[in-house]
């Protein structure tokens, strides 16, 4: 992984000094340990700004939508399928996307790393498969694949669905892991259990809005949290209120979920959202066979019609 | 102080419909508690937010007079989720009142000057409270010549519509009442946009001649150019500017255009002012 | 001034005591997550003076995420129909205990917008008013830290009624003010240091400032005009990877918009004051659907120009930010203000 970006600048200089694109969209370094920052460059003497490691999280395909240019974009597994669901929306055209395709073998989630680390991290230092963390007089090896994001951990869609240039070989898919083992966790809660364990999940909850507005799926002009005739959704932190919000936001995104894990990265109080849109995501599976951002040739269960759709009220 | 979120209690003493597509309603508001009404003093061109308990606030120019005693008048048209709420409501009805806020037209600079005022559609709320006040006997003989170009799409939709008909009569102001189009045969005034009837009828701007210039963006963009070329400088030409607004005292941070709140520094700048600041309204 | 020293093993009964003059508003570190947030002290809990930083500063204490300010019933059968009340409020003394310097001064900022020569909002200023403030030096900065380049700094006492200073086993008290004294005597905690420790206060704070590496300068930022740096082509880059999710707006001590709205339950309602941020699309947006800064470069621009620039030039007293560093932390997609505040000074 340390070794793509220099096929990755490659690419992208290529690609903007022969105008197949206006603009290419990825990330340059950050002012933080553990950050980067997504970016453009439309110079092509600018791609050596260009960065990419395990801080990569961020789920570039949100950047598109109502893009009119021609767009290179740094996807990796999960950001494709995003792409594949925003071309299917229609968000943005085939033809306007070229797409350098990264395969991933996770992402590093800085609150574990905090959480491993005594006082502030001042510097991050990334090998193959481990990093070297520093803090105060201090500093640890970790073992990137103890510290990946909880969706990469799970992820069986490592290497790029759709692309049009790979920035390297592809890696091998992860076996035998089970996917949903977080979610049947809280299923075999009883109920009491379960009420407990989503009320106390959503207490930090401020209605920041940070999980809908880094989802590339949630690009409605207006949130049915903003519509005001009629008003679904109040403004305060009313519990009632905050539960709507998650409940129909995942529902919202079932079926085009690709656990790309922005959402929860995003949350400034650390709320594992994913508690939400994993369920659905273990649902749509099991109900119709349905994995998000495949294919550009099948639209999503919840937007179509089967003779043999299994629900009653249809028959 | 007065706690500033608080409205004044008021009754809907009278609704009148003001334009032929009945998109607009005159609202007569009496104050329920004695001693609001003092309170409630205020200067053509300021605004106040009506409150209407359980749908929201809005803030609507005050088309009555400082010189009308015993009540107060708002024309609002009916575009969101308060505002269609209004215009079902009754007489009798009790709601709000919160103001009056934001600065005013510049009364003491336009002492002893010519006053042009340029109107459009129903942006005319405030442009009517100033006219009344200027006209009232105390108060004409502080102004030089008083011309007036008001305009709207047709007869029907032009707002207080015997009052313009009362001043045209009248000797001590120029009235330039014009429709975008009709086809009443007994039309009497001018037909044509306001940009151009300015051209024709205003006065030449000069030191002692002022604008003030109220209307929808459209009319305002095409209105600027002209004035310019009669001769008004950007420190003469005063207008009046919307935005969304919810406390409407300069604190929620919503309205500002650069470091001026357009409910508390505004809603009247002139055009050299806002020459020096985003356009973000 | 009097510099009084406390020793930690007294400081919990100290704030027992004061419980029953105060109520008390401190630190608390969720276990779990070890992040640190403001919350009222109740059933013994101490506030953790050792936490780093709170997540979300205590701006909460006077300006809540959501506050009843009026209250209304719709029920036409009640004499009050449609007539709106002031609700009961609790202002009774509250001590804000283990607030760091930068955040007192953040509370400084907010006034200068809730308490305006024509203009007074009383549940802000009311909920000002009741708090005494007994701050806690950041004796060890953290690299996200510059509040020495604004009005403020580790040891900076503004805003303040008490500074206490982390001295090993105790804790030296400078009492900046009566409330301050008043406090600490309802503590019983009111023996005086001895006299080297007025310099050993002086000496920690030296260490401290000289800590702070991170600077931001806005000097030429008030040289030039609005529109020079509104219509600088330096926002597209700095806005492009900003999401508008608001998480900034909220973290943040000195940012202040809010909303106003009406919830009406059955035929009682309340009129709330909420938490807003100019980062949300809606914010400006008319009814007619004419929206003033409808891209997300408007509003991005924005934020930062009204911290650095229009605040800068309307109060000409530093600008809106007091450097705790909690944006740069919690944007998830790194936006750094001390980049920005940089390119704005040398446009």
């Known amino acids: ?315 | 102080m007065q706690n500033p979120y608080l409205p004044y209690p008021v009754r809907i003493d009278e609704i009148e419909v003001a334009t032929e597509d009945k998109s607009l309603k005159t609202f007569k508001f009496v104050f329920l508690n004695e001693g609001d009404e003092d309170k409630f003093a205020y200067k053509a061109g300021q605004f106040a937010e009506l409150s209407i308990p359980g749908k929201g606030e809005i803030p609507i120019g005050i088309a009555s007079s400082p010189v009308e005693k015993g009540f107060t008048k708002f024309t609002v048209n009916r575009a969101g989720l308060v505002t269609t709420h209004l215009h079902n409501m009754k007489v009798g009805d009790v709601m709000g009142l919160r103001g009056p806020l934001g600065n005013w037209y510049p009364w003491e600079l336009l002492e002893g000057k010519n006053v042009l005022i340029v109107g459009g559609g129903f942006a005319f709320t405030t442009l009517r409270s100033s006219i009344v006040y200027m006209l009232d006997p105390e108060n004409r003989s502080k102004f030089g010549n008083i011309d007036v170009v008001y305009g709207a799409r047709s007869p029907g939709m032009l707002l207080y519509k015997d009052e313009l008909v009362a001043w045209e009569k009248r000797d001590d102001i120029n009235m330039h009442i014009t429709v975008d189009g009709t086809d009443d045969p007994d039309w009497k005034y001018n037909v044509g946009f306001v940009p151009p009837v300015t051209e024709e009828k205003a006065p030449q701007g000069d030191n002692d001649t002022y604008a003030i210039v109220c209307g929808p963006p459209v009319m305002i963009k095409f209105t600027l150019p002209v004035l310019e070329k009669l001769g008004y400088s950007h420190d003469h030409i005063i207008m009046s500017l919307e935005n969304r607004m919810k406390c409407g005292f300069g604190m929620c941070g919503r309205c500002n255009i650069g470091k001026e709140f357009v409910c508390k520094d505004g809603p009247v700048f002139t055009l050299e002012e806002l020459n020096r600041t985003p356009k973000e309204y | ?347």
């Open chain 1, 1 to 315: 992984m340390l070794g793509y970006i220099d096929k990755i600048q490659e690419i992208s200089e290529r690609l903007l000094k022969d105008g197949s694109v206006d603009m290419i969209i990825g990330f340059r370094k950050g002012t933080v340990p553990l950050m980067n920052e997504p970016c453009f460059i439309k110079d092509p003497a600018d791609v050596k700004t260009l960065v990419w490691d395990s801080n990569c999280g961020i789920n570039l395909a949100n950047y598109l939508t109502g893009r009119k240019e021609k767009v290179g974009i740094i996807a990796k597994g999960c950001d494709t399928r995003n792409i594949v669901t925003h071309i299917i929306e229609k968000n943005i055209d085939r033809d306007q996307l070229t797409v350098i395709g990264v395969p991933c073998k996770g992402m590093v989630d800085r609150h574990k790393v905090a959480s491993l680390v005594d006082g502030e991290i001042t510097d991050v230092v990334e090998s193959e498969d481990a990093i070297l963390v520093k803090s105060g007089n201090s500093q640890i090896e970790l073992k990137k694949s103890d510290v990946l994001q909880q969706n990469c951990s799970v992820c069986v869609h490592r290497n790029p669905v759709i692309c049009d240039e790979m920035a390297a070989d592809a890696v091998d898919e992860q076996t035998g892991i089970d996917r949903f083992a977080e979610v049947s966790k809280v299923e075999s809660m009883d109920t009491d259990e379960k009420w407990q364990y989503f009320e106390d999940l959503l207490a930090p909850c401020i209605r920041c809005y940070a999980c809908r507005n880094a989802c590339p799926l949630c690009y409605c002009p207006t949130c049915f949290v903003d519509e005001n005739r009629p008003q679904w959704v109040g403004k305060t932190l009313d519990p009632t209120d905050t539960r709507t919000f998650h409940f129909l936001r995942a529902y919202h995104c079932a079926g085009r979920c690709t656990d790309c894990g922005a959402c929860v990265r995003a949350c400034p109080m650390n709320i594992d959202v994913r508690a939400f849109t994993k369920k659905l995501e273990k649902d749509v599976f099991e109900l119709y066979g349905w994995e998000a951002g495949l294919s550009l040739d099948e639209r999503p269960p919840l937007d179509t019609f089967k003779p043999d759709d299994p629900e009653e009220f249809v028959k």
């Open chain 3, 1 to 347: 001034m009097k510099v009084l020293q406390i020793n930690k093993k007294d400081w919990a009964e100290g704030l027992e005591k004061a419980k029953t003059a105060y109520r008390l508003f401190g630190p608390v570190t969720d276990k779990k997550t070890n992040f640190s947030e403001f919350k009222e002290l109740i059933d013994g809990t101490a506030p953790d003076m050792e936490a780093s930083d709170t997540r979300l500063s205590p701006k909460a204490i006077a300006f809540p995420p959501s506050e009843v300010i009026l209250e209304y019933t719709t029920d036409e059968a009640k004499d009050d129909a449609n007539l709106m009340n002031i609700p009961e409020k609790d202002y009774s003394p509250r001590a804000v205990v283990g607030i760091r310097p930068y955040d007192a001064a953040a509370f400084l900022i907010l006034k200068k917008n809730f308490d305006t020569p024509e203009y007074r909002d009383p549940y802000w200023c009311d909920a000002y008013e009741a708090c005494t403030f007994i701050g806690l030096a950041v004796t060890k900065p953290d690299a996200l830290d510059f509040s020495t380049s604004t009005k403020s700094g580790p040891f900076d006492e503004s805003g303040l009624d008490v500074l206490l200073v982390d001295d090993g086993d105790n804790y030296l008290a400078k009492v900046i003010s009566d409330k301050g004294a008043a406090f600490l005597d309802a503590a019983g905690v009111n023996g005086a240091a001895d006299d080297s420790a007025f310099s050993r206060v002086e000496e920690l704070k030296k260490a401290a400032e000289e800590d702070i590496k991170s600077t931001v300068s806005f000097d030429n930022i008030g040289k030039q005009s609005i529109l020079d740096l509104y219509e600088s082509d330096m926002w597209e880059d700095i806005a492009f990877a900003c999401i508008n999710c608001g998480t900034c707006t909220y973290v943040c001590p000195t940012c202040w918009c809010f909303d106003i709205q009406d919830e009406t339950s059955g035929q009682a309602g309340q009129r709330l004051k909420c938490w807003d941020s100019c980062m949300y699309p809606l914010f400006t947006v008319h009814t007619t659907g004419h929206n003033p800064r409808d891209t997300k470069v408007h509003r991005v621009r924005q934020r930062f120009m009204h911290k650095l620039k229009y605040f800068l030039d309307k109060y000409e007293d530093g600008i809106m930010c007091v450097g705790c560093g909690r944006c740069i932390r919690h944007c998830p997609v790194n936006i750094d203000i001390r980049k920005v505040c940089d390119k704005m000074n040398n446009n």
